[in-house]
C-alpha cells in the first residue's frame, strides 16, 4: 500500500486502519492545523502522539540583562516522577535566591566536506576562504535575511577539506537555514575555486551525534548557571545534608564520569532536557548532542555552590515543531512569544539551563539520601 | 500558585490559564486516559503535547529466527522530509531484498557507588559478589518475577567500588525495575560486607548521557543490521551512483567522526530512532546513548553493502509511555502487543535497527546527489 | 648511501660521518653488545643515545602477598627537577607507612581482523570461536611454550570480524609473542573456517595508541595504588595545606579533565611512567597508551588519602630492551632479576604504582603551594 | 642512604652498587657531559642508560618553503624490525617523487586555574583579559625575550576559571618557558583582578595526557604530510597490492579506531614519533599526547594516495634533552642546529611527519601482505 496516495490525514489512517485491522482512534484525536502539520513537519501523517505535560515550578531566574523572574517549566514526559523531582529542585533554588544564567549565543553550524587534490591546494582554498569572508556572508544573507555568517573555521585532512560555518539564526533553531546556506555557499566555493562538494553536510558539523567538537567548541547556545544553596534549604526542602550530597557528586559525578568515558559530568541533565524539548517543539534528535553536559558541585561557607554548564544547546522558538498548536502554547506558558519580542531563543536556552539545575540537585540529594527500604517500596522513576 | 493543590488535569490547566492569562486549550485536547497517566506518567499534569505522527514504508525485514516480513515504521517527528526520506530508504532495501538483522539482549544496567577504606575491602568485597552470585540473583528475583540478574560487573577506584549489575527486565525497558532491585541488593551488601551505599545509581549504569562503556560493553540491546543494495536500485530509487555513495561514506563517515571526536560514526541514526522512541512511547532522554551507532558502507561486486550497529538500544513494549493510549496504537502498527507474545521488546529493538539502516542509505544517497542549486530552493529538511 | 651495506656499527656510524662531515663519536660512546644490539634491536645500528639516568627513592611498598619492602627506582629522563619531585613524593608516601599496591594480570593482546560475508557468517565463526576455546589455546601455545591464552573476544562490524586474544606472556611484555600467536591462530581460523584474515593486527588490540576500549577493559597489567598521608607529612615534607591539594585536585584533576575531554584525570603519570619505561628498556611507543590513568584524592580525618588506577600498564622483564647491559642494570636496583625468579613482570609493575602515585602527591603539592614569586626565579621543570 | 649527599655522579653510583650489592658499570659508560646533564637534566644522577640508535632513509622531503631534500632518520629504540620497517617506506615515498609536508605553528600552551566568586566575576576577568592582551603580552615577553604570547583562550565551568595561553618559544619546545611566563601572567591577573590562582597547571593546558582538546585545537606543530605512492612502487617496493592496503586501511584504520573509541585513527605513529623524541633528546612523556594522530589512504588513478596529520606535536631543538652529546648529534644527522640557522624546531617538526608517514605506508603494506606462515617463523617486531 503506498500511502502518499492518500489526499489527508484522516483517509491515510483509515486506510491503515483496514489494512492491518488495527484501530488507530486515538491517533485521530487532536486539535492541530493538519495542513500545516503534514505539509511543513511530517510527510505521510496519519494522526498525532499524545504525550503527557506535566508543570514544574515555579523557578526564580535572573541573567545579568533582566531583573529576577519566575516561571512555570512545561515538561513533556512519560517517565514517573520527574517533574516532581524538578519541582522540588524549583522550590530549593528559587528559595535559595534563584539560578543566575549566562548565556553565549555560538550559532548553529554546517560543515560541508571537499575533495581536494594535496593538501597545497587545501591551504589555498583555506586562504580564498579567509580572504573573502564578507563576501561569503552577504552570499549567506542572500539565503535568507534571518540568517547571518559569523565564524568559518576549515580543517584539513589529506584530500578532504571541511569548512565548519556558524550562523546566527535569530531565534530559529536555524538547523534548515543553515543547510541551505551552507548549500549556496558550497556552490560558490565550488565556482570560484573548482574544488569539488562531495557533501553539503560532512559531519563536522557536527550535527545529532554526541562528540568531543562540539563540546568544545560550543554550538547553539553555550550555557553557564549557578545557584548557592543554603545549609538550612539542603535541610528543609532537600531532606538530606551537604556531606552526602558532596560525596554522592565526588563518586558520581567525577570519578563515575571519567570512568566511564561519559562526554560530560553530570546526574541526569538528558531527562530535563528531553522534556522541555518535547514540550516546546525543539528537534528531539539534538538531545544526542545537547545533552553533554558538566555539573559541579562546591562545599561553600554558606552552604551548597551548584553549577551546571550546557556548551551545545540547540533551540530555538521559530519554525519546526515550535510551530505547532500546543508546543506554541508550552512556549506561553514561559511567557516567549517569538511574534512579539526578539530573542526569546536566547531565552528559551537559559531558561533550560536553569531548569536542568534545578533537576541535578534535586537528583544528587534523592541519591545522597537514598533510604533503600523505602526506595524499593515506592520508587517511582526518581533515579536516573 | 501550588500546582500540587489541584484535583484533576483540567482544573490545574484552567488555573494556569488563569494564572497567566494565556490559552492552553490545544493542550485540553486528547483521548488518553489522565488517571493513568497523571498517577504513572507525569505528576502535575496540565494536558498534553500533540506531535505529528508519518508512518514509512513498507520495510522488509528478516531475522536468523523468522522468515521475511513487511513492516510500517511510525515516526513521530516535527522536522519535514524525515519521514520521506526514511520511506526512500525503505523502498530500496526491501527492494534488494530486506534488511537482515541480528539482536542480542545484553540487559538493562544499574550499577550502585559503595565507598570502601581501602583497596583491600574492595577486593575482598569483589571476591564476596562474585562467590554470592546466586543469592544476589535470587533477592533481585524477590524485588520482581520480571526481572533475572545476567551479570556483575565490578570496578574499584581508590575508595569507590561500583558495582554494575546487568538484568533482563523481559518486554520491558526496565529501567525502573533495575533500579529498584539494585537497591534492593544494595542494602543485602551494606548488611552482609558492612560497606555503605552512597548512591544506588554510581554513573557506571551509565543512563542517559554519552558514553564509551556502553557503547564497548553494550547496554540493553545490541543490534547489528544490514542489506545489499544492489546496482540497479542506487540508481532507479536512490538516484545516484555507488561511487559517490562510497566517498560520502569515506570522507562523512569515516574521516569526520574520527577529526571531531564522535562517539561511533554515522549520518543521522539519532533522528530515526528519537522519532521511533517518541511514536512508542520510549524515554527520549535515552536518546543521548542510544544514539551512538556505527554504520558502515562497502563496495561490493554487486552493488553496495551497507551496516548498522547499535550497541545501546534501551526500549521496551511494557510499562512507562508504552501504556499510552496512542504509544500502543503505533506498536500496533508493527505488530507489536506485548499482551499476546514474548519477545516485542526485541523485536522492536530489530524494527529500530532496520529502520535507522533504512534512514542511513536514503541520506547518504541525497548527499551523495545533492543538487546544490535545487537544494536552496527546496531543501526542506532533508539534511542531517 | 645504503646503510644495509655495513658490516658493523662502527663502519656504518663511521660513513655516515663521512657522508655528512658531521662528528658523531659520542653515539660511538657505549658499553653494549653491537651484536646483540643490532641483531635483536636495531637495525642499521650506529651506536647509541646516552640518556641521564637519576635515583629517586627509597618508596615503601607493600602488596597484599609479601612484607613491606624499600625500592630505588632509576628513571631516565632529560627533564630537570623531575627526579627530585619524585623524591619528595616517595619520602612522604615512606613516612606515612608505604605505598600499597593491588596488581591484576590482563594479559596482552592482540586482535586480527577477518572479513566476513555477512553478519551471519560473523555470527557462525564467533561460536566457532567459543566451541573451539581449548584447541585454540592448544595452538597459541605450541607457537610458544611461554604463552598461554587466556580469553577470546570478538566484535563483529559489518563484514569485519575482530578476534581479540588476551595472553599470558610470564615476565615478557609479550607483543611479539603474541603476534605469532595470533598469526598462528588467525592461519588456523581460516583453514577451518575458510573466512579471510585481512590483518593480523586490525586495531582492536589496541597497541600504541590512547583508547577507551584498553582503559575500559584494561591490557597488560592493572594497577590500583594507594597511600594515607598524614597532615604531619603534608606540612613537614610536602609543606602545603591539605585544602589547598583538595582544591587543586578538584579543578585540575576533575573538572578539567572532563572539560578537556581528556581520557584519565591525573596531574603527570606519563611523567613518571615514562622515564621507568626508558629506564628499564620497556618499549616508549607504549607510553601513548600506559599513561591512561587516573588519580583520586580524598578527605580523610587522619590526612588525605591518594590513589592511582593504571588499566592498561604494557611491561615486561624479559626480551626487547630489558636484554640491554644498562637496563638490566635498572632491573637491578630495584631487584628485578627474571632469570632468579618469577613474578618480576608483575612486580615491576606495581613499583611502577607506587612511583606514579609518588610523583601525583608530589606534583599536586607544588601546585597547590605555588609560590608564584619564587617558581619564576628558579623554577625548573617541576610543573607538568 | 639518601642519594643527594654524594657530590658527583660516581660517586652516587659506586654508593649505590656497594649498598645494593650489585654492578652498575655499563650506566657508568658515558661521553656526556655530566656537569651540564645533572644540574639541568636529572638530580641524583648515577649514570646513563644506553639505547640502541638505528639510521633510516634517506627521505626525499619537501615543503612550501624549500626545494626537495634528503634526511636519514635517526630513531632510538630497542624494538627490532622498526628500523627496517621505516626505511622501507622511506624507500617507497622517495621513489614515488617524496613526502610534502606543511606545519604551523601553534605553539606551546599552558592554563593556569583560578577560583572566582561566581559566573559573573569570571565573565568579568574573561573581559579584563580580551582588553589587556597587549600589556599580558608585553609581561609575557619580559619573563624571556625568547617567548612571545600568541593567544589566550578562556574556560569558565562554575567556580573554575581556565585560562589557556599559547606561546611561540622560538626553536625551544617552550614547555618551561611557558609555565614560567603563565606564572608571571597569573601572579599580574590575581593583583590586578584580585581572584585567586589554585595552580598555574590546571590541565586545560593540557599536558602530556591524551585529550581531545588538543586533538581539536593543536598544540606545538600542526603537521599534515602527503605522498602520492604509484602501483610500480606498491608492487616493487612494498611487495603487495593497492586493493589489499585499502582494505586494511578500512577495516583497520576506519572501522576499528571509531570501534574501539581510540583518539586519533593510525597505524602506529607511536612507534616512529617515540623512537625519534627519544634520539633527538625530545620529552618522551609527550608521547602521551603527541601520538594522536590520523592516517588516510585513499586510491587514486595513479596508486595510493596517503597522508598523515599531527595535531598536537610538541617538539624542539633547544633546551631540554636538545642540549645533550648523543642527542645533539642526531639532530645534526638531519642538518638541524639550532645555533645556526632559525627555524630548526619546525624543521624537526616536519621530518617527524615525513618519517611518521613513511612508517605508516610500510606497516599498511606488511599487514595487507601478510604471509602467516612465514610471520610465524621470523616475524620480528614488524606488527605493531
Avoid at 40 to 67: D, T
Avoid at 343 to 359: D, H, R, S, Y
Avoid at 370 to 375: E, F, H, I, V
Wanted: charged share 20%; with cysteine; proline share 2%.
Amino acid at each position: 500500500m503506498d500511502l502518499r496516495n492518500f489526499v489527508d490525514v484522516n483517509s491515510r489512517r483509515k486506510a491503515l486502519e483496514a489494512h492491518l485491522n488495527i484501530d488507530l482512534s486515538n491517533m485521530g484525536t487532536y486539535s492541530l492545523d493538519t495542513e500545516q502539520a503534514s505539509t511543513k513537519n511530517c510527510e505521510n501523517m496519519i494522526g498525532i502522539v499524545q504525550v503527557p505535560l506535566g508543570i514544574a515550578g515555579p523557578i526564580a531566574i535572573r541573567n545579568p540583562q533582566s531583573a529576577i523572574r519566575n516561571y512555570y517549566i512545561p515538561l513533556a514526559t512519560t517517565e514517573g516522577a520527574l517533574v516532581a523531582s524538578v519541582s522540588r529542585g524549583c522550590k530549593a533554588v528559587t528559595e535559595s535566591g534563584g539560578v543566575t544564567v549566562f548565556s553565549k549565543k555560538i550559532g548553529i553550524t554546517r560543515a560541508p566536506v571537499f575533495r581536494v587534490q594535496n593538501i597545497s591546494e587545501g591551504n589555498n582554498v583555506i586562504n580564498w576562504l579567509e580572504k573573502n569572508f564578507s563576501q561569503i556572508a552577504e552570499i549567506a544573507k542572500s539565503s535568507s535575511e534571518h540568517l547571518t555568517l559569523l565564524a568559518i573555521k576549515p580543517w584539513l585532512l589529506g584530500r578532504s577539506l571541511y569548512v565548519r560555518f556558524s550562523f546566527d539564526t535569530q531565534d530559529a533553531m536555524g538547523m534548515n537555514m543553515a543547510t541551505i546556506a551552507a548549500s549556496v555557499i558550497a556552490e560558490f566555493i565550488e565556482k570560484e575555486t573548482k574544488i569539488h562538494c562531495v557533501a553539503v553536510s560532512g559531519n563536522m558539523c557536527v550535527d545529532k551525534k554526541p562528540n568531543y567538537l562540539n563540546f568544545i567548541e560550543g554550538r547553539g547556545y553555550n550555557i553557564l548557571a549557578e545557584c548557592l544553596i543554603s545549609e538550612k534549604i539542603i535541610t528543609s526542602v532537600l531532606k538530606t545534608e551537604k556531606a552526602k550530597i558532596l560525596e554522592v557528586s565526588e563518586r558520581k559525578l567525577h570519578q563515575a564520569s571519567i570512568l566511564s568515558g561519559t562526554i560530560g559530568s553530570n546526574a541526569h541533565i538528558a531527562n530535563v532536557l528531553s522534556a522541555i524539548f518535547l514540550a516546546t517543539g525543539q528537534d528531539i534528535a539534538h538531545v544526542s548532542e545537547c545533552s553533554m553536559g558538566v555539573t559541579t558541585v562546591e562545599d561553600d561557607k554558606e552552604g551548597l555552590y551548584i553549577s551546571v554548564y550546557l556548551p551545545d544547546l540547540v533551540v530555538g522558538t521559530v519554525g519546526g515543531g515550535t510551530s505547532l498548536a500546543t508546543q506554541k502554547e508550552a512556549l506561553r506558558i514561559m511567557g516567549l512569544d517569538a511574534q512579539k519580542e526578539k530573542g526569546t531563543g536566547q531565552k528559551l536556552a537559559e531558561i533550560i539551563g536553569a531548569a536542568v539545575l534545578a533537576g541535578e540537585i534535586s537528583l544528587l540529594a534523592s541519591l545522597a539520601e537514598n533510604s533503600l527500604t523505602k526506595a524499593h517500596k515506592k520508587l517511582g522513576r526518581g533515579i536516573k
